[in-house]
């Protein structure tokens, strides 16, 4: 299987490749056009501040070719973000897939989120395998609303888009390259699809 992780310099890339590894495949780091539009599945990595995000993406041109991509993409953390409509993180306009907005956390709560949270209302083959109310990692101060894509739930201060899905586009705002036998879980059934 072909797998790429999209590399413009944002991204915890190499705890998704060790991931892969450990779970039997290989991930190919790439920026290239041809290479990522071949791929059989696509890996979208963020991690760090949108707007800084936002213009890697563009100076590659690599936000024009994402939303062309049609076999399955999974946005990871601010990669997830990044796919909805904007983030209020630096004012950020997204690539529109999810059609959603991502706003902070109000002062009322600490930011970041950062450690284990559980998932709830689990709603796609990418949680084949997995319990309601498992716990995965998370790190993030900005959330995606809950909205018609939604496919699984947290609740920190209020319920949001764990992760979202649009025909081929999937996002996760945990990381499950760090959230354990579960996490990996999620890899392979994305893997599977």
């Known amino acids: 299987m072909n797998i790429v992780i999209i590399d413009y310099g944002a991204g915890n890339i190499q705890s998704i490749q060790f991931a892969l590894e450990r779970l039997g495949f290989e991930g190919i780091l790439s920026n290239n056009w041809d290479e990522i539009q ?3 599945k696509v890996i979208f990595p963020g991690v760090g501040e949108a707007s800084s995000a936002m213009k890697k993406l563009k100076e590659s041109g ?7 991509l049609k076999q399955p993409v999974l946005g990871i953390c601010l990669g997830m973000q990044l796919l909805c409509n904007s983030t209020e993180e630096g004012n950020t306009k997204g690539l529109g897939i999810f059609d959603v907005e991502v706003v902070k956390f109000s002062s009322k709560v600490k930011v970041p989120q950062m450690g284990w949270n559980t998932i709830y ?3 796609s083959p990418l949680f084949k ?3 309601e109310n498992e716990f995965m990692y998370l790190v993030h101060s900005f959330y995606a609303k809950n909205c018609k894509e ?3 739930t947290t609740n920190y201060e209020v319920e949001y888009s764990s992760a979202l899905q ?3 586009f999937y996002g ?3 990381h499950p390259e760090k959230s354990g036998v579960f996490g990996e879980q999620i890899l392979i059934n994305f893997l599977n699809l």
């Open 62 to 68: 690599l936000d024009k070719l994402i939303p062309t």
């Open 166 to 168: 649009k025909n081929n």
């Open 121 to 123: 209302n689990l709603q």
């Open 172 to 174: 996760v705002q945990f």
């Open 38 to 40: 071949k791929a059989d």
């Open 150 to 152: 939604t496919i699984a």
């Open 129 to 131: 395998r997995i319990n």
